[in-house]
């Protein structure tokens, strides 16, 4: 998302029409506030395009070519990309340790190469771990309301020749009593100064069945998902998305018309259930207050 942000910037300021400086200040504004506004949970966006911010107010200072300015912006947002998919590669270098030599491994949504730059945060693990001789199952909960495991995250393992099959959401507590799941690793979309996790609508459950079933959960996300100015998850704003992902599956509507539906994005797994948050600087562990403000200054 924050690469996606990023090139968005640079190319809105490329694409203006703006006739002078003050003119493209003004419409950089509205580019940058538009796409801040698309996805308020994910504190990457905000990240990226806080980048961008103060780059252009740097560069827009030193020249009036919106060309030389458009460039600069590119660029950035360019090594943006590159620097994502070293820092996923270096996720799933540390993560890959956590995980059992052979078993089978729960994922949730997507985070993997779809939904970053390249290779993935909890996919790049699971990707890491194989490429070093382990032996992984995936089972990839299919994510209901908008199926982004069952249509992403089983093409992209798939595609891969990585061993996955797709489960539907109410499974898993199933299987973890059964003792087919040995580990669960899942994305983040912000994490809080304590350790909380903002995440796909879904991993919070999963979660706590994990936990019951002294199965190791774990989260994979860079450092740019930390978000210390938010001292807990109660204070992380969660999108509401479009009714129709609820009321709708593949066009077909399976709601009786006239029947509200809720459809939060995301929910919070407080830090008492998450095992290891595994970073692009590498692992913290509880206490997280501390640990991951250590990795954030390491």
Same mark, same amino acid.
């Given at each position: ?69 458009? !460039?600069?912006? $590119?660029?950035? /947002?360019?090594? %943006?990309? #590159?620097?994502?998919?070293?820092? *996923? @590669? ?91 799941? !040995?580990?669960? $690793?899942?994305? /983040?979309?912000? %994490?809080? #100064?304590?350790?909380?996790?903002? *995440? @796909? ?98």
């Amino acid at each position: 998302i924050g690469v996606a942000a990023a090139m968005g910037v640079a190319l809105g300021v490329r694409d203006s029409k703006a006739g002078n400086m003050s003119e493209l200040r003004e419409e950089f504004n509205e580019i940058t506030e538009t796409l801040a506004s698309t996805r308020p949970t994910a504190v990457n966006l905000f990240w990226a395009i806080e980048r961008m911010k103060r780059l252009f107010k740097e560069i827009a200072s030193d020249s009036s070519d919106k060309r030389v300015i458009a !460039d600069r912006l $590119i660029h950035e /947002a360019l090594a %943006i990309q #590159a620097e994502d998919i070293e820092g *996923n @590669k270096r996720i799933g270098r540390f993560g890959q340790e956590l995980l059992p030599n052979s078993g089978t491994i729960l994922t949730h949504c997507n985070a993997g190469a779809l939904a970053t730059a390249g290779y993935g945060t909890a996919l790049g693990v699971i990707r890491a771990a194989i490429e070093n001789g382990k032996q992984l199952h995936v089972l990839a909960g299919e994510t209901r309301p908008f199926l982004q495991g069952a249509r992403l995250t089983a093409w992209e393992l798939w595609k891969d020749d990585i061993d996955v099959r797709v489960i539907s959401d109410n499974m898993a507590g199933s299987f973890m009593r059964q003792g087919l799941i !040995d580990a669960v $690793i899942v994305g /983040a979309d912000r %994490i809080a #100064a304590n350790g909380d996790v903002a *995440n @796909k609508i879904g991993t919070y459950s999963l979660a706590v069945l994990a936990k019951q079933h002294e199965i190791p959960f774990y989260v994979a996300a860079p450092l740019s998902t930390l978000d210390l100015r938010i001292p807990d998850g109660s204070s992380i704003p969660i999108e509401q998305r479009d009714p129709a992902e609820v009321t709708h599956i593949g066009g077909v509507r399976v709601v009786p018309d006239g029947v509200p539906v809720f459809n939060p994005a995301f929910d919070v797994t407080p830090n008492s259930f998450v095992t290891a948050i595994i970073t692009d600087r590498g692992v913290a562990v509880p206490p997280y207050i501390e640990n991951l403000r250590r990795l954030n200054h390491f």
